[in-house]
């Protein structure tokens, strides 16, 4: 399993993210927010964060 939380992986989801929602025709802004160490983690984690609400696009894609 990948590990999402690293900066690899959470650019991969990120992308994903992005090309899911542009395929259905919205706009979807994805940034990426590094959160350093997580003592509970026991290591750095980066944040994958959406202009989304509930889950769903707010945007119609511009043509």
């Known amino acids: 399993m990948a590990d ?3 900066d690899d992986g959470a650019a991969r989801l990120a992308a994903k993210i ?3 929602w542009r395929k259905k025709g ?6 990426l927010r590094p959160e350093g160490f ?3 983690m026991r290591s750095a984690r980066t944040d994958v964060r959406s202009d989304m ?3 769903m696009p707010r945007r119609i894609a511009s043509a």
Do not use: I, P
């Open 4 to 6: 999402l939380c690293t």
């Open 38 to 40: 997580v003592s509970t």
């Open 53 to 55: 609400v509930n889950g």
């Open 18 to 20: 992005q090309d899911f």
């Open 26 to 31: 919205f706009d979807v802004q994805v940034d």
